[in-house]
């Protein structure tokens, strides 16, 4: 059974930075695409920024271009995201996930191309 464990959040001033991490276990990681999602309260669950299954090729909502940072470590099994520059509308439950189908990135924005989830971690921005 794959779980997936996200850590990391908190609360940070406008303009900070946190570094939230996602850690694997069970089934196989390093050849499914990997991806953050966020879910502010009141709204829909949206796509944040996804990674190839070899790390290469990354993808990102145009709201944290030049911002966030996705990466991971296909050896400790882990996934992580660099938040920087913070804005208050970056608040939100964040969660990683795993997409469904091995080494394809198509789709990789649709919650619906994804199957394991993690329980989420807050992230809190203050103006």
């Known amino acids: 059974q794959v779980q997936l464990v996200e850590s990391g959040g908190g609360l940070v001033q406008a303009g900070g930075s946190l570094r939230l991490s996602c850690a694997a276990s069970?089934?196989?990681?390093?050849?499914?695409?990997m991806a953050w999602f966020r879910q502010a309260p009141g709204k829909e669950r949206e796509f944040v920024a996804a990674?190839?299954?070899?790390?290469?090729?990354?993808f990102y909502q145009d709201s944290v271009k030049g911002r966030f940072t996705i990466s991971r470590d296909n050896a400790k099994k882990t996934l992580s995201l660099q938040m920087n520059s913070l804005k208050p509308e970056d608040t939100a439950v964040y969660y990683c996930?795993?997409?469904?189908?091995?080494?394809?990135?198509?789709?990789?924005?649709?919650?619906?191309?994804?199957?394991?989830w993690g329980q989420g971690t807050q992230v809190t921005v203050s103006s």
């Open positions: 996930a795993r997409k469904s189908d091995k080494y394809v990135s198509s789709g990789y924005s649709r919650g619906n191309q994804y199957d394991y």
């Open positions: 069970g089934g196989t990681f390093s050849i499914y695409v």
């Open positions: 990674v190839s299954w070899s790390g290469d090729t990354t």
